[in-house]
């Protein structure tokens, strides 16, 4: 059997859009056919949308994406204002983002690893695994308890997950665990830092809920803090209604896809006129013949009024390959020049 | 233009799984390949764990599955103890199951409506679309409407989605809603009656959190009714203490199947010494290799010390084929004679 | 290390659809939505183009279809006059069903085999897998020189596929390897009695290429036989000339799908007015989105003028699940009561 | 309804990987996880196959690839001796590469088009469709004919694909259709150049099909040209024994893949002790649950004796977004720098 060590000796590294400058190669693809025509297609929505001054980008997260070595690309993203606001599942934000802010790294696991004839090894060595990736258990207990921390630090009250993320981030600060006391930069503290809203419409089902179920665990009758996914909603709808032009940025799909889809139709519910998501990326590898929300197309999300059809492009790759390129593109294309 | 009762005029009927004994046809595909031989051990499966007296099963609920006409198979679950909780999106259990007991249906669109190229006509006639399957958007106004009704009969107090939903079987009660008094079926309802427990984790995230919103956005500063999620995975964590032995039965994935896993988590971090999962069956489309949640296998699970590998499987198929197949072999070899 | 006996021991067993009346399940999936209802209407456009008795049906193949357990489907559609012609790929009708014709088997192989990290020790074994089944790679190479044989008893002169074929039937026939001398049934006996030509548009892409190439080395530059593709095509365009309904009921992609749709073309370009494939059904698990003539639609077909779009259906979904579905349901509905 | 002109305006243009450094970018992907990671650990392969001088690199082609416009991939690859041999679908090499060779071009279809809602129209304005382009069917109906002139003017007897496709190397010299005399550059003309065969084991199976069966229908009695695929694959098995070291670089799967795999198996029908190939990359999106020869990993390959595991590495993407970075990175890296 290896040892802890032996198996978690090389680190996933972040890809850095900054240095690959992808312009010409994704003007290229828009000549060609299928995914790549669609990529250059997206990125060039993407570089439309944050031209567009009005503009407030959405940007949603689903997936394993930040473990897989995407983290300094949203982190890009927060910094030159080519994002207003993100939607996320909570193992992107708070398993591996805030996780690594707390010095902790994920691990490339050997290619044999990801046959899963080995997990009882794992399983035995306290080592996670995703996919081809593999994450300390003990360090992620870590996580788990310093989300309880905050918790418990907090007023007893019910929270949207904005207001609890940006504790995180408060947290973050306070520990010095940000890039200017030596620390690595994260996109929970570069979102506190920037102002930019994160929402988490399943905050609990993550290490935080791990945090937070101690959390109530421990105060058994007394008040206690609360996560209410209805106030999310509230707030991310009130959002839209103060800047109705939107955009939307997907990575996979989900929750964080449906839930920012659905505020236009919320901004209807309180009597606003609020228009449908002008703009739609998606990158995704789900497949539309299962009927689910992941892979339900834009042109179906139109029939809901939830997104115009004018500019939306769906992408069919694993994200790791497209968004580099996406993103890459607008960024060196320098579409966010006049942002702010 | 076609009008709205041209296009809403075949209705979705649910399969009866009652009707089709197809436990021959699953004992020959035991000795097959592929998909089938993968079906037919997770429907044993199923059925060990269902001959297992101690074993608490989990049904987990993603994707449009109730609108697809796999209603009546959960009832039937719910009637026949042949499960013993539920977590699921919001969309099946509010926006479809709630929905359809409020009188509404689902209607079959023609075939070439799935290639959305006429969705701007759906807009116009109010219709929204769900691949191949359409719904009358003022009807799903009615059911949003619903849920801010039910929401202000409430306490003004955090609740879980378990308890939001139950409230939700009340009303259908209270309202005659129900097959006694010549209303249709529901999910809810039997549930309701059943004391079978559902939640939603992202509950704010369908036709209830508009719903929530009008109600939070009409209470302003005054005490409202809250969703707190951390709650759910607390009282489903509770659930896993008092009755150690559980099996998943999982169709699609998202976040329903990742909050059932991590209860194993949670009752370790709340110091009880709770057995992994002991059975576990996933049908789904998703793909291994994006890395997410929802078509990572169950033997990566098992690294994480949620499920144990003993009895697991996971079956490759869109849901509306596999699902009749593995629930009825379980029902008609009578599996569940001896539970309750 | 295990022994090439403990790993070769619970046999794949072909379901017999015969046994399994699926017309009230099937019936069922016609109301409900994704794959069950295509799964549905494909059933019925079967069904229709066997009530056609105008209708030549064509059964394309690719995949892995007879070690996966579906051999005995197509035995009885050839016996019970539900096909008329068959174009496969080679492995289906050499490497599988004469291999077991021959007295060989295909072997159910443990769950942790098909994740590839022992297949260092098949090698050593001489054991072939194919994902989750496995072959006796030393009958293999039997059934490699039996095709040798057979191209040496041959004329020294180009062949069609369909000629070989033919005389692969009457080698069994000659060596009682049928089921009147106690041996096990096969397409190829079955279609050589029934005069249902088999064609292999890529026959040396298989375990006959072996036997073919071994025959063309020891008659260095004496005459030998070859196997001409382009008279396949030639013979099956004429089938289409003379028959011109016709209806396609296709199993994977791959060359089979293409081949088969092309004689359309062929028969115009032979100056003969043959209509659009008249039905058309295609199950499969290809992706529309890489462009591929696997996934390419029936619609996309019917631009190239190669299928009429009227009754054509595809259906997603890996064929071990589907077709037992789609082909019981023609028979047990006694579709071809009136063919021949 | 739109006109032929105005559907057939927008070209497809193939991408130049010359163009194009991506080494840095490649290598960025190698400490990311999932499709990126393969992907960049792909290119490191093929760079490593191009290193070893002992090498020879068989290309694999499937799917519409020159269609979508990674032609000028090809014909780099073979001008740069970074491949030795190609095995192609027909498709490929006489409907795509040829047929731009005779002057012709594929279009880029509105993306409406690919929904197939406006298939008749493509019909009625003789436009076929290739998921999201366009061919114009009269320049098709030329390329089958100059394929019927290259078969007339060949000597009546059986041919390997290879021998013919040298003959439309040779005739496109012939015709001026060739860069030097202001043509355009093609595969067919580039391998004709340089001694590169190229093999297409289902010949009959695409534009040359047609010219064939034309050519035979012509012939009736007398000598004709005939394909013989026994003797592709003999020439190709030569073709190992004679340079032992082999390396595949695989895109899509189909009859290529397994071609190609199996000249080491014929090798050794022919009694001779052919290594299996030493290095192995594939391209794909098939599913390897469908147990077909696209999906089935090289690891499966190597139980059958065909592929050794030390390096080989399957990439999941569709290939107009891998391609260019798997070749782009060898080429940059000048890894065919000391090749013949
Ligand atoms: N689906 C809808 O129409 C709809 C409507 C309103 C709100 N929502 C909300 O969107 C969120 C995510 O929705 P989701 O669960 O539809 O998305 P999802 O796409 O995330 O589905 C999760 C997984 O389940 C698998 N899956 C789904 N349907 C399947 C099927 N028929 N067969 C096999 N596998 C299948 C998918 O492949 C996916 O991997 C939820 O919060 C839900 O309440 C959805
Ligand atoms: N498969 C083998 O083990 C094997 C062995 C020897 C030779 N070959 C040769 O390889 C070539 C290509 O083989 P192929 O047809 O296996 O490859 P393929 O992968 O090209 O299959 C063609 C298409 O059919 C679909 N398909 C295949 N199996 C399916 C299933 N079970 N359910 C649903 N869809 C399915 C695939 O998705 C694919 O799109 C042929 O010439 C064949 O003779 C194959």
């Known amino acids: 059997m290896p040892t802890k060590q032996e198996l978690l000796n090389n680190p996933i590294q972040h890809i850095d859009i900054k240095q ?6 994704v003007d290229a693809m828009q000549q060609m056919a299928y995914s790549s025509r669609d990529l250059a297609r997206a990125a060039s929505i993407y570089e439309r949308m944050l031209r567009d001054q009005e503009c407030g980008v959405i940007l949603c997260l689903a997936g394993s994406l930040i473990s897989a070595g995407l983290k300094q690309i949203f982190i ?3 910094r030159n204002h080519m994002v207003d606001a993100i939607v996320s599942t909570g193992a992107n934000i708070v398993d591996q983002d805030f996780f690594e802010a707390l010095g902790f790294k994920h691990w490339i696991a050997d290619d044999l690893l ?13 080592i996670d695994r995703i996919y081809d990736t593999l994450i300390d258990e003990e360090e992620l207990r870590i996580c788990d308890e310093t989300t309880e921390k905050i918790a418990n630090s907090l007023d007893p009250r019910p929270h949207s997950s904005r207001e609890f993320i940006k504790a995180m981030g408060a947290y973050l600060e306070k520990e010095g665990k940000i ?8 996109m929970v503290y570069a979102a506190y830092q920037n102002d930019v809203p994160i929402f988490v419409p399943a905050f609990s089902d993550c290490s935080a809920g791990f945090g937070l179920v101690a959390h109530q665990h421990a105060r058994q009758d007394k008040p206690k803090v609360s996560i209410d996914s ?9 959002l839209k209604i103060a800047n109705p032009t939107t955009g939307l940025l997907m990575i996979g799909g989900g929750v964080p896809k449906n839930f920012a889809q659905d505020i236009v139709v919320a901004a209807d519910v309180l009597g606003m006129d609020a228009p449908m998501h002008k703009y739609a990326v998606q990158i995704t ?7 689910a929300l992941s892979s339900s197309t834009l042109k179906e999300a139109s029939s809901w009024g939830k997104v115009d059809t004018t500019y ?10 497209a968004l580099p390129l996406v993103t890459g593109y607008a960024y060196h294309k320098q579409a966010h020049a006049a942002r702010q």
Chains 1, 2, 3, 4 share one sequence.
């Open 114 to 126: 990801k046959q899963g004839t080995e997990d009882a090894t794992l399983r035995e060595l306290m």
């Open 179 to 186: 890039p200017a006391k030596g620390g690595v930069d994260s």
């Open 20 to 25: 690959h400058n992808v312009v010409a190669l």
């Open 76 to 78: 890009d993203l927060i």
């Open 285 to 291: 590898v789900a497949d539309v013949r299962d009927g």
């Open 312 to 321: 939306e492009q769906m992408v069919y790759s694993e994200a790791t390959m």
């Open 230 to 238: 209805a106030k999310d909603f509230y707030e991310l709808t009130q």
